[in-house]
């Protein structure tokens, strides 16, 4: 790994919806203020005429005009390029239930102006991809939730299927058995998450018709092969962790029973926990960090004080029936600021898919090429069988040049006098050189040099002459014996 700063807070921004309908009809004062110029948000206590106001500031606010691309373009954008570049990086939203934390993550995906985090950072990675030179990218996606301290799988066909936490020296701390989807474009991890939003647990309280009763994580691994100044190919490995949080709640405004009363209380357990690390964090005197009191804290462990940049979306609703939700939700992000992460530059790991990939991919260019080569030496010596049945058909006899694939001579098919005239050379040149048979089964010895090659002729020539054959054989005998000696 090749460390990146040294350290470096957790952003935090906060976000004011506007009043809805049900609080503009019982006449709900404003009491939130937004200075987007200065960054503060003061909040005025409505019981309390004459009390001051209570202003916190944050590296950015927005206010109930702000747009969603406004704030993805601050806030997100320089995270996702950081995560292009081989860092970890973790966007979550937190506030009270219904201030707009699920619209800021996920918006309308359909609509441009009103795309949210989620769907905003998919058009930047694959606009990314595409435009890249000399790179290799592979994009993977799970999506997960938390619902009731239960760990599930959305993209799997039984999400019900509870899952485990494990930790790894290499890895941190990840969930065994959670599915991984390879994506392509935006079009596929688009369609990845609406397949796991489907899934999603949601439920009606008398503060949000579809609450969000999970804690959901849509988690992008994104994998970078480059070659290196050493010519080596290196891969950078970047996770983004997008968190919608459950929002904490009250039971006597949501008027939650049964089953939602059940929710809300694991909901409002693991955001204390949340709650009690980043004090825990921001303290200084704490020896202990206690990451282990929840599932949630325990996957958001590297966004929180290690190995990842870190971005907080706080989400108020302005209304003075939600006075202390909205105080506390400002003193919370208040102390998420102070939180210093140590992010590093994901280099080489092990684990790396793209790299199983590429290894994976040669070694089957070496099959293709070894099968290449077997197929072609099939067609060279069908189609040398199919020459020699044709001159044998037609009386003549085509052999293969020596050292030369596929250029052949045509010779006189031999008699009954030439053959016993190719015996009695074969006798005679065994006798005049008696290591001879034993090298014609060497395959080495086929490469002779020019000098044994013309003595071998000469004396090949003086017993042609002793035997007096004609012309025609001397051609024929030269060759056989020159092929003997060669085959």
Known sequence: MSIGKKSEAVKVVVR??????????????????????????????PKSSGSLLKTFTFDAVYDVGSKQNELYDYACKPLIDSVLHGFNGTIFAYGQTGTGKTYTMEG??????RRGVIPNSFQHIFTHISRSQNQQYLVRVSYIEIYQEEIRDLLCKDNNKKLELKENPELGVYVKGLS?????????????????????????????ERS????????????CSEMGTDGEDHIRVGKLNMVDLAGSERQSKTGAQGQRFKEAAKINLS???LGNVISALVDGKSTHVPYRDSKLTRLLQDSLGGNSKTVMVATVGPASCHYDETLTTLRYANRAKNIRNKPKINEDPKDALLREFQEEIARLKVQLEERGMLAKERRRRRRNSMRMKRSISSGEVETPRDGEVGVVETVQEESVEDYW?????????ANYKPDISRKLGIVDEKAKTVEELLKEQQSVEILIEKYKVSSFHTVFFLHADYTLNHS
């Open 16 to 45: 004011c919806r506007p009043l809805n309908k049900k609080e503009e009809a019982t006449n709900q004062e404003r009491i939130v203020e937004v200075d987007v110029r200065l960054g503060q948000v003061s909040v005025r206590n």
């Open 108 to 113: 309308v995906p359909t609509d441009p102006e």
């Open 180 to 208: 991984s989807v390879v994506t392509k474009n935006i079009k596929e991890i688009e369609h990845v998450m609406n397949l796991g939003n489907q899934s999603r647990s949601v439920g009606f309280t008398k503060m949000n």
């Open 212 to 223: 969000s009763r999970s804690h959901g994580i849509f988690v992008i691994t994104i994998e």
């Open 271 to 273: 955001l204390s926990a």
């Open 421 to 429: 005239w190719k015996q009695q050379m074969a006798k005679t040149s």
